[in-house]
């Protein structure tokens, strides 16, 4: 049998000498504690040292995609083509179905081979010869290098470390332009406090604050570059009134530095935001489109890269962000949350809240596709992206439209409630009977009689059925009462006879 042996010097051909110390697995490490015992399980049969550090980092790359590079092919024809009837003992299975394909050459891999190439790796200095250690450590690190750097891929268009440090930066920025605006808006507040309320955008606040100065400015500056005719005209009016105290200049000038740095950072702010825009397009068009840049940033910074975050299952994207509630949930065994970061794309925002559930679970498995897509497609186009999101408007649509109900046509009609009958009522002798009979009596009644017609006449016959109805019921529980108050009167009777008879006999037997 024959081993084939990778390092990061070149490839290793060994010839096993005993071949049934392989059939004991558990004690094959023992055959390689010394180089003594090494060499006589295996021999150095042919080493194929690389050039250069491009052709083992090729030979490398290969053999980590399961394919058989141009020196490895080179080595197996030479040498092991030779003794074709020997088996070839190799660490990766994918690759011996390859060179089993392509040299017709059987492969063998199992536990035992494991083990092998393992006890090989202990005593590899020993085993191949003309090799000082420091060459094959130097050699080890250098392709371990060149290995890395293959493995990112590196290309500035698609490295998401970009979007995890310019979201994060976004997000810090945010912090301190709010932190920043309020100490303006209060500092400047006790000299023009009436500005804070009349100018509500912050940018604008500040470059007014910046071109005024102190409030004595106002009627000689001219603030149309930045505020609308109306509002320019309020300041200055309220300048003229205002109930502000007085400052010094020295304390205009921090304000007005504190209002450049907030122009500064603001400005900073948009064109960062721009840079992430462009990034997310670059690297996750699909999910960009799906989610926006910001959500879809965020998501890619909770998870860390967006190869992590294409790991993820749907029902793990849909809460990303909310595990504090989750484990609360899961704790208080409560319900858990139906949405974390994705709470915020616009899909889930311009739902109601009824819907924000369904919508939130269909939004977050249509972003995992579009992530995988994204992460491990070799296409850059947003297409699946824009026909997913066009199927979830739809569906959001269908939901939003689901409970109204058109009322106009036969809506009308169905709407309408029915004329309430009661169908079955209690005759004159205690029977009960349905309506169709009561209304053939109030027919005969109308028929009959005093010949009266009209609306008159029927309504007076009907109020008579109803009188003689009442006086049937009344005298029917009269007679009810009678009886049950003669059965009361009777027992009545016999417990007092009962009673008495007791008192006589406790007599008699006590005069006995």
Not at 116 to 135: D, H
Not at 194 to 218: F, Q
Not at 455 to 464: C, E, F, I, K, P
């Amino acid at each position: 049998m024959l081993v084939l042996f990778e390092t990061a010097a070149g490839y290793a051909i060994f010839k096993v000498l005993d071949e049934s110390k392989l059939q004991e697995v558990d004690s094959l490490w023992k055959e390689f504690e010394t180089p003594e015992k090494a060499n006589k399980v295996v021999k150095l049969k042919h080493f194929e040292k690389f050039q250069d550090t491009t052709e083992a980092l090729a030979a490398a790359t290969a053999m980590t995609e399961g394919k058989m590079g141009k020196s490895l092919k080179k080595v197996l024809k030479k040498v092991v083509a030779k003794e074709a009837h020997e088996q070839l003992a190799i660490s990766d299975a994918k690759l011996g179905g390859v060179i089993k394909e392509k040299l017709n050459l059987s492969c063998v891999h199992s536990p035992a081979v494991a083990e092998l190439m393992r006890g090989i790796r202990t005593q590899m200095e020993s085993l191949i010869t003309g090799l000082p250690p420091r060459e094959i450590s130097a050699m080890s690190l250098g392709l371990a290098h060149s290995l890395s750097r293959y493995k990112l891929k590196f290309s500035p268009d698609k490295v998401d470390t970009m979007i995890v440090q310019a979201i994060s930066l976004l997000d810090d920025l945010d912090k301190e332009l709010n932190n920043y605006i309020m100490r303006c808006r209060e500092w400047y507040g006790w000299h023009f406090p009436e500005v804070g309320k009349i100018i509500t955008d912050n940018l604008a606040y500040c470059k007014s604050v910046r071109k005024i100065g102190a409030r004595t400015n106002v009627a000689t500056t001219d603030l149309s570059e930045h505020l609308p005719e109306e509002v320019e005209a309020e300041v200055k009016l309220a300048a003229e009134i205002s109930m502000g105290t007085e400052v010094s200049e020295e304390d205009i000038g921090n304000i007005m530095h504190l209002c450049d740095q907030v122009i500064e950072i603001t400005e900073y702010r948009t064109q960062l935001y721009d840079y992430l825009k462009n990034r997310m397009m670059a690297i996750a068009p699909n999910l960009t489109v799906m989610v926006g840049e910001l959500v879809g940033a965020r998501l890619i910074s909770h998870a860390g890269s967006l190869l992590n975050l294409a790991k993820h299952p749907a029902s793990t994207v849909q809460i990303l962000g909310a595990e504090k509630a989750l484990f609360r949930a899961l704790k208080t065994r409560r319900d858990t949350p139906k949405y974390g970061l994705i709470y915020h794309a616009s899909l889930v925002g311009q739902t109601s809240a009824k819907n924000k559930g369904k919508i939130s679970r269909m939004l977050a498995a249509k972003a995992s596709l579009a992530i995988r897509y994204d992460a491990l497609g070799e296409d850059t186009n947003a297409e699946m992206g824009v026909e997913n999101r066009a199927k979830l408007e739809a569906r959001l649509r269908h939901l939003e439209e689901k409970g109204i109900r058109r009322i106009s046509g036969t809506g009308k009609a169905m709407a309408k409630s029915d004329k309430y009958q009661h169908k079955r009522t209690r005759g004159f002798n205690g029977s009960r009977r349905n309506s169709q009979e009561e209304e053939k009596e109030v027919q005969e009644s109308r028929g009959g009689g005093d010949g009266r017609k009209g609306r008159g006449g029927d309504r007076l016959s009907h109020r008579g059925i109803v009188k003689e109805e009442e006086k049937e019921e009344k005298g029917q529980g009269g007679r009810g009462r009678l009886i049950w108050l003669g059965r009361n009167c009777i027992i009545l009777g016999l417990l007092v006879v009962v009673v008495s008879t007791r008192t006589r006999l406790t007599r008699i037997s006590l005069t006995v």
